[in-house]
């Protein structure tokens, strides 16, 4: 009985899930600025922790160096060492926070300047399933932002002309 329970739960929960991200597309698709910056303080929310991390790894390195060696010096070179680890974990944190933004910056840019793109390829698509007289359809769906992308790349297609005639 209670292993039907649980079956039933784990429905219940995929069911759940699923309807959870419909949700976040729906939300996507209407407030895309807002989810570009959701998705910008979720993936870099472990940057913090990814230092701390590394910075007392090495630390813990650099104190067994320098509890083996007994001379002064090599306990100086060792806070030395152990600066330069806080520094080069830092560094590394922003280099990786650095490169997931890049990511997401620039698949969100390149995603609206191919919107004139993908409604041409589900165009064609049409037209290759053999869809009945694709010329005299009505003009391919536009998505959000896209006027203002066809605008900066001078992109008219021939949706956009039917409207304007």
């Given at each position: 009985m209670e292993n039907m329970r649980s079956w039933f739960q784990t429905i219940i929960d995929g069911l759940m899930v699923k309807e959870?991200?419909?949700m976040a597309v729906n939300f996507a698709k209407e407030r895309p600025v807002a989810a570009t910056l959701i998705g910008v303080a979720v993936a870099t929310s472990f940057l913090p922790a990814v230092a701390f991390?590394?910075?007392v790894v090495a630390m813990l390195i650099i104190g067994v160096v320098?509890?083996?060696?007994?001379?002064g010096t090599a306990i100086l070179m060792g806070g030395g060492l152990l600066l330069f680890a806080l520094f080069g974990s830092m560094i590394a944190t922003v280099v990786v926070g650095v490169s997931i933004l890049t990511g997401l910056i620039a698949g969100r840019f390149t995603w609206r300047?191919?919107?004139?793109?993908?409604a041409k390829m589900a165009e064609r698509l049409g037209m290759c399933?053999?869809?009945a007289n694709v010329m005299n359809s009505p003009g391919t769906p536009k998505?959000?932002?896209q006027f203002e992308t066809d605008d900066i790349l001078d992109f008219t297609?021939?949706?956009r002309k039917v409207?304007?005639?």
């Open positions: 959870r991200l419909a991390v590394s910075f320098a509890l083996l060696v007994v001379e300047i191919t919107a004139p793109l993908r399933k053999g869809s998505e959000k932002g297609s021939n949706a409207e304007t005639d």
